[in-house]
């Protein structure tokens, strides 16, 4: 088994790249089918989707438009539930078609809290695409998570965008972390 050191601690080979890429190819056709006619504006949650966003965006061949903004970043190998301010949300939200790109939902906590801001916003509609998604640890159903890449168990990864105590976003492929 392919294991790597991130820091203090040990992750073994999760979801290679050509596996992940297969799966965005997939969500990019049913966005591309689902938002025919339509112009959806793609606003990725920084830091951990940048990643994702730029490879599912390749696959989108219907006009669309992006922006990103931030949440708070997360520290560490367990979820805080703690959700800070929405950072650089877009301005040209009413309605439009909005499709939030996510790296990975855990609680939903932080999921939540960007849904709720942006239907203040009076979108057109909304919708939610995540890479990753950990529905045994989801707090709370959230309707508008449309688009997932992997359903995964409740364990901690990094790579390909995301991190571990900022390190780690640059490994193309995903890892697990070996021991809780
Ligand atoms: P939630 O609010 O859903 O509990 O947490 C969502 C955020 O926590 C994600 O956007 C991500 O930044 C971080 N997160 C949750 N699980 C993981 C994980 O397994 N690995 C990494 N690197 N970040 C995670």
Known sequence: MHKIKVEDREFEIFLENDTISKRIRLL???INVDYENKC??????LN???LFMADLIKEIKIPCEIAFMRV?????ASSSGRVKELIGLPDNIEGRDIIIVEDIVDTGLTLTHIVKTIKEKNPSSL??????????ALKQEIEEL????????????VGYG????????NLTDIYRATEA
């Open 72 to 76: 708070a970043s997360y520290e560490g």
């Open 40 to 45: 959806p504006l793609f606003i990725g949650i």
């Open 28 to 30: 990019g056709i049913q």
């Open 162 to 169: 995301l991190d571990y105590n900022g390190l780690g976003r």
């Open 146 to 157: 449309y688009y997932v890449g992997f359903e995964i168990s409740n364990e901690f990864v």
């Open 127 to 136: 919708k939610v695409a995540s890479l990753l998604l950990k529905p045994a």
């Open 48 to 50: 951990g989707s940048f």
